[in-house]
């Protein structure tokens, strides 16, 4: 049983109650500003999370706190030892061949092999010996996902992974990490700004407010779901009354982002 810790502590690799993740407890200031207050999330195996919230809210920072990144922290979270993260910008060394950043990172001598299957998972099985300054956006976006899926990881963390992404590469990347999850079933934390893209794809939606999740929703639509279902309408919109977004501005803007 995970338990509230007072001071500065590290995340715990470790497995709690059968869940995928526990947080209890945490803070994290910068510069003396509390940009995460006392917060606590659950996230069960299998179970596809997404968080929204405003810029500067903290959703980023406790996704770099769940992969280990940050650890200037007090309270206590508990991951598995296997994870990963794809983050907005695909961060590929240049120098390298798609296949060997995909591997980047990996302890001992992993074999090419290793690297192709990844990437004809993720549709790029004739882009492995390619230079990465020859990759398209999403080209490049589908190389970091299989970097982070060559790590059998139980927990994904994606954090606005689609975001520079057109509008069209972008629905593409949504559907292959809706079906990337469901082939793999493990769980997967997905922080972005856009409402519609959170209930499309997850099973439950986490608003962060005030350095603490402020709401949640779970998404009880079937797979794969249709934007024009009333029922995801009053679920876009209830989030965005949540995220402050009146009507106005919801006329001015027909497909808003948080």
């Not at 990172?105 to 990844?118: N, T, V």
């Not at 549709?123 to 230079?131: I, K």
């Not at 929703?217 to 009053?234: K, N, Q, Y």
Request: charged share 30%; glycine share 8%; net charge neutral.
């Amino acid at each position: 049983m995970a338990t509230d810790v007072h001071g500065p502590v590290t995340p715990v690799t470790a497995k709690a109650e059968g869940l995928a993740v526990r947080v209890e407890g945490l803070s994290r200031s910068f510069d003396g500003r509390a940009v995460i207050d006392d917060l606590r999330l659950d996230v069960q195996p299998g179970e596809f999370v997404a968080l929204l919230g405003r810029s500067g809210c903290g959703k980023s920072t406790l996704l770099r706190i769940l992969a280990g990144l940050d650890r200037d922290i007090e309270g206590t979270v508990l991951v598995p030892r296997r994870k990963a993260v794809a983050f907005q910008a695909p961060r590929l060394m240049p120098w390298k061949r798609v296949w060997r950043n995909v591997l980047l990172g990996l302890p001992g001598r992993p074999e090419r092999a290793l690297a192709e299957r990844a990437l004809d998972e993720v549709g790029l099985e004739n882009r492995s010996n390619a230079w990465p300054k020859t990759l398209s956006g999403g080209e490049a976006q589908r190389a970091s996902l299989a970097r982070a899926l060559v790590r059998e990881p139980d927990l994904l963390l994606l954090d606005e992974p689609f975001g520079a992404l057109d509008a069209l590469t972008r629905i593409k990347a949504q559907r292959l990490v809706d079906e990337l999850w469901q082939r793999r079933g493990c769980a997967v934390l997905l922080v972005t700004h856009d409402v519609e893209e959170a209930v499309l794809l997850a099973d439950r939606v986490l608003v962060m407010d005030g350095g603490v999740i402020a709401y949640e929703t779970r998404v009880d639509l079937e797979r794969p779901r249709d934007i024009t279902d009333p029922r995801f309408g009053e679920l876009r919109a209830e989030l965005l009354r949540r995220l402050g977004v009146d009507r106005t501005e919801r006329t001015a803007h027909p497909q808003p982002t948080a």
